[in-house]
């Protein structure tokens, strides 16, 4: 019964740490693509074996996006990776933003501001 007890006292805490942490800003360190992009610039993270990679490369090439690429099977790219504690490409990172997976309605959120019309 007491472990019980504790276990639902570690998912109580660890479920409250999460909902507190929710709002706090990421913290950027060494290697992480934001230190590159400013505030207008576009950085894709992306495997070449990556189909959704290569759908979201096609939506941007065809709307004349202007990014960078970093391949996540070079060092740069894993670093990158780590940096903002991506598990899974594509990862986009536009400005300051950081949109996770193909999700069209994100990257038009943040691509429209900047006059790209994608999605």
């Given at each position: ?16 740490h ?6 706090a ?8 693509p ?43 790219g ?6 903002i ?19 069209t ?15």
């Amino acid at each position: 019964m007491r472990a019980l007890w504790l276990l639902l006292i570690i998912g109580l805490v660890g479920g409250l740490h999460a909902y507190l942490r929710r709002d706090a800003p990421e913290t950027i360190g060494p290697g992480d693509p934001r230190l590159e992009t400013g505030d207008a610039r576009i950085v894709m993270l992306a495997a070449e074996w990556c189909g959704y990679c290569r759908k979201q490369q096609g939506d941007f090439e065809r709307a004349n996006v202007r990014y960078r690429v970093l391949d996540v099977d070079t060092p740069e790219g894993d670093r990158a990776m780590q940096a903002i504690g991506a598990r899974g490409v594509p990862v986009t990172v536009i400005g300051q933003n950081v949109v996770r997976g193909y999700n069209t309605a994100q990257l038009d959120e943040h691509l429209t501001p900047l006059g790209y019309r994608v999605y």
